[in-house]
């Protein structure tokens, strides 16, 4: 959870290893290793990890430390994090900067299971599972937030909705080392929600 709310595009800026883990019974301290968002980084920021938008509580020697409370650990895959595990970072979007993506909150709707991970020659898709009650948030051709990446919905079908994902992407994010299984966190579209549009 972020102390102050922050907005970000879905362009991740860095993959970073988890260095650092500590839980205790409601707050977990995530340690990253970081060299591109590091010399910048300043104490209270906001920065996606995982797309989820926690507050910068501590930088030391390299490594950015983020505090994860109990309501927050609840509801996105964070809670599944091991040390040597990867993360996608991104800091808050600042006024002056490109929107690239769409516009992301860093507040995770939902924990959704990868159905599959298809290479397609030039580029690869997601299957990725859509419960019912989040059937209406979705839509094709709209913005989809997933572990904090920002995509396109390319196709719904039952309760499955699938996006592409360019190679540069696929290398520079997260999702290259998802699997089948894997919990993904995903954020609807705000835009598209406060809209009432629906598919």
């Known amino acids: ?7 970000f595009t879905g ?10 883990l500590t839980k205790k ?10 060299k591109l968002i590091f010399p910048q980084a300043e104490i209270s920021d906001s920065i996606a990890v995982n797309g989820t938008c926690l507050t910068l509580s501590r930088k030391s020697k390299g490594e950015l430390f983020f505090d994860a409370i109990a309501p927050t650990i609840k509801v996105t895959n964070l809670k599944y994090l091991k040390r040597g595990d990867y993360v996608n970072l991104e800091p808050a979007l ?7 993506g769409h516009f992301v909150l860093g507040h995770v709707d939902a924990e959704l299971k990868l159905r599959r991970s298809i290479a397609r020659g030039n580029y690869w898709q997601l299957e990725i599972e859509l419960p019912a009650r989040f059937r209406t948030k979705v839509v ?3 913005s989809i937030a997933v572990e904090g ?9 039952g309760v499955v909705f699938t996006v592409d994902i360019i190679p540069f992407t696929y290398k520079n994010t ?22 009432g549009i629906s598919a």
Request: charged share 20%; net charge positive; with cysteine.
């Open 174 to 195: 997260t999702l290259q080392y998802k699997r089948p299984g894997a919990r993904l966190n995903v954020e609807f579209d705000y835009l598209l929600s406060n809209k």
């Open 1 to 7: 959870m972020c102390y102050n709310n922050g907005m």
């Open 25 to 34: 019974s409601a707050l977990t301290v995530i340690g990253v290793n970081s």
């Open 149 to 157: 990446v920002s995509l396109t919905v390319k196709k719904i079908s």
């Open 11 to 20: 362009i991740i800026k860095e993959v970073v290893k988890i260095t650092t």
């Open 94 to 100: 600042e006024l002056k900067e490109k929107v690239g």
């Open 140 to 142: 094709v051709n709209g």
